[in-house]
């Protein structure tokens, strides 16, 4: 179920995009209306949590600020420092950490490709919380929460098990690490959807987004998260990581099936309650690692299944099955993730396009030129899983050029957008294996 304080709360993505009633992208949303209900649903799980005790409401505010920043999104800068400061982030976190992001700052993704058939490696910034003050300021535990934010926004490809191991020793739990890689995965599929509908419409002379109300809309978000868990506090946690999974690594992007492993322990099978069960939407589900894992924040899983769901199975007009896919590859490529992009190119063959045609962009990249359509695709995906985002006029003339109309283009947005939630979490949970 949509969390249910969601129900009272304004549509986050309209607010940060400035779409109005009736609005081009209104009606689109309208269309894709699950997508629509279960990411404002995945915003409610995150920073109206039913239970706050592994990450403060503060923590959220001050890790979305934080990403917000590093995507330089004006109107969710505004909107997350509004939540920060209405939480009780106390005088002086907001600035502090707007300074932090703005040391932190680039233009990724960043990171090593594993794969032989990728020699696009990017050399890249790597933030550490080095000031005294600034560490004294936040806490073991937040700087440890910055540092994994930095990781997974501009270097998911560097993601590894011993950056776990440092949120551990931080005093985080599992499950409020989970929580924790779910909120920025979720950022990065939020902004960048905020940023392609609203470059879409500035291209076509609509109105820009403003900040206007954005405070008093974070204000009703604190008071109802205050309202579900009051102010309690986290008590540190004392666990240790678990052994290295035995994994082979796939040696190539492939569309051959892939397994994965998580480098935490997934939540066991005996601790389901109703409410994990609910998380899993398909109760097949409770037979795999990743979804186990994902189960300890239930809510959180439930709203981002469904609203993948949507985006991808929703055949009422708009872009092709086989076109979303492909999209989703195409992110997964830019970001190096193997499993994801196995995963989806398979299914981008199997819903029709040339087998031969997907395996080129895996193998050559993601500036490889197939066709006029896949490649206006292909560079609007690229142009949004850059951080910040660079989706802008060219990318939207190139796919105006090819006949999109403005439900193709949200789902061209909200494909590639996904998968920069999808990756994210594959990337710095776990790893896959052949």
């Given at each position: 179920?949509?969390?249910t304080a969601?129900t009272?709360i304004?549509?986050?993505?309209?607010?940060?995009?400035?779409?109005?009633s009736?609005d081009p992208?209104d009606v689109?949303?309208?269309?894709?209306?699950?997508?629509?209900d279960?990411?404002q649903?995945?915003?409610?799980a995150?920073?109206l949590?039913?239970?706050?005790?592994d990450?403060?409401?503060p923590?959220?505010?001050?890790?979305?600020?934080f990403?917000?920043?590093?995507?330089?999104?004006a109107?969710a800068?505004?909107?997350?420092g509004?939540?920060l400061r209405?939480t009780g982030?106390?005088?002086?976190?907001e600035?502090?950490?707007?300074?932090?992001?703005?040391r932190a700052a680039?233009?990724g993704?960043?990171?090593?490709f594993?794969?032989?058939?990728?020699?696009?490696?990017?050399e890249?910034?790597?933030y550490?919380?080095?000031?005294?003050?600034?560490?004294?300021s936040?806490g073991?535990?937040?700087?440890?929460?910055?540092?994994?934010?930095h990781?997974?926004?501009?270097?998911?490809?560097?993601?590894?098990?011993?950056?776990?191991g440092a949120?551990?020793d931080a005093?985080?739990?599992?499950?409020?690490?989970?929580t924790l890689?779910?909120?920025?995965?979720?950022?990065?599929?939020?902004l960048?959807?905020?940023?392609?509908l609203s470059?879409?419409?500035e291209?076509a002379?609509?109105?820009t987004?403003?900040?206007?109300?954005l405070?008093?809309?974070?204000?009703?978000?604190?008071?109802?998260?205050?309202?579900?868990?009051?102010n309690?506090?986290?008590?540190?946690?004392?666990?240790?990581l678990p052994d290295?999974?035995r994994?082979?690594?796939?040696?190539?992007?492939?569309q051959d099936s892939?397994?994965?492993?998580?480098?935490?322990?997934?939540?066991?099978?005996?601790?389901?309650?109703?409410?994990?069960?609910?998380?899993?939407?398909?109760p097949?589900r409770?037979?795999m690692?990743?979804?186990?894992?994902?189960?300890?924040?239930?809510?959180?899983l439930r709203?981002?299944t469904?609203t993948?769901?949507d985006?991808f199975?929703?055949?009422?007009?708009g872009?092709?099955?086989?076109?979303?896919?492909?999209?989703?590859?195409a992110?997964?490529r830019?970001n190096?993730?193997?499993?994801?992009?196995?995963?989806?190119?398979?299914?981008?063959?199997?819903q029709?396009?040339?087998?031969?045609?997907?395996?080129?962009l895996l193998?050559?990249?993601?500036?490889?030129r197939?066709?006029?359509?896949?490649?206006a695709?292909?560079d609007?995906?690229?142009?949004l899983?850059?951080?910040?985002?660079?989706?802008?006029?060219?990318?939207?003339?190139?796919?105006r050029?090819?006949?999109l109309?403005?439900l193709?283009?949200?789902?061209?947005?909200?494909a590639?957008?996904?998968?920069?939630w999808?990756?994210r979490l594959m990337?710095?949970?776990g790893?896959p294996?052949?």
């Amino acid at each position: 179920m949509t969390t249910t304080a969601s129900t009272t709360i304004a549509d986050v993505l309209d607010a940060l995009t400035g779409i109005n009633s009736g609005d081009p992208f209104d009606v689109a949303r309208a269309r894709r209306s699950d997508a629509r209900d279960h990411a404002q649903g995945s915003f409610a799980a995150l920073f109206l949590p039913v239970d706050a005790s592994d990450v403060s409401l503060p923590e959220r505010a001050a890790v979305a600020l934080f990403v917000a920043r590093l995507h330089e999104h004006a109107a969710a800068v505004e909107f997350y420092g509004a939540l920060l400061r209405e939480t009780g982030g106390g005088q002086g976190l907001e600035p502090l950490i707007v300074a932090e992001a703005e040391r932190a700052a680039g233009q990724g993704p960043y990171g090593a490709f594993k794969a032989e058939n990728a020699d696009e490696s990017v050399e890249g910034p790597v933030y550490r919380v080095d000031s005294i003050a600034a560490a004294a300021s936040l806490g073991d535990r937040l700087s440890a929460a910055l540092e994994h934010a930095h990781l997974l926004v501009l270097h998911p490809r560097d993601a590894a098990r011993e950056h776990l191991g440092a949120l551990l020793d931080a005093g985080w739990s599992s499950t409020g690490i989970v929580t924790l890689s779910q909120l920025v995965s979720f950022l990065s599929f939020q902004l960048r959807v905020a940023h392609g509908l609203s470059a879409i419409r500035e291209a076509a002379g609509e109105s820009t987004v403003t900040t206007e109300g954005l405070a008093e809309l974070a204000a009703r978000v604190a008071e109802a998260a205050r309202e579900r868990v009051g102010n309690a506090s986290v008590t540190a946690a004392s666990e240790s990581l678990p052994d290295a999974p035995r994994v082979t690594e796939p040696p190539r992007f492939t569309q051959d099936s892939l397994g994965w492993k998580p480098w935490l322990e997934p939540l066991p099978k005996a601790e389901f309650t109703e409410r994990h069960h609910e998380g899993l939407v398909k109760p097949e589900r409770i037979n795999m690692p990743y979804f186990r894992l994902l189960a300890r924040d239930p809510e959180a899983l439930r709203e981002r299944t469904l609203t993948d769901l949507d985006i991808f199975f929703n055949t009422d007009a708009g872009l092709p099955r086989a076109e979303r896919e492909f999209a989703a590859a195409a992110a997964s490529r830019e970001n190096g993730c193997v499993y994801c992009a196995s995963v989806h190119s398979r299914a981008a063959s199997e819903q029709g396009l040339p087998f031969d045609t997907v395996q080129r962009l895996l193998d050559e990249g993601v500036t490889v030129r197939l066709d006029p359509r896949l490649d206006a695709i292909v560079d609007a995906t690229v142009a949004l899983t850059q951080t910040p985002p660079r989706f802008g006029a060219e990318e939207v003339a190139a796919l105006r050029e090819v006949g999109l109309d403005e439900l193709e283009l949200l789902d061209v947005v909200q494909a590639g957008s996904f998968f920069n939630w999808a990756n994210r979490l594959m990337l710095s949970i776990g790893e896959p294996t052949t």
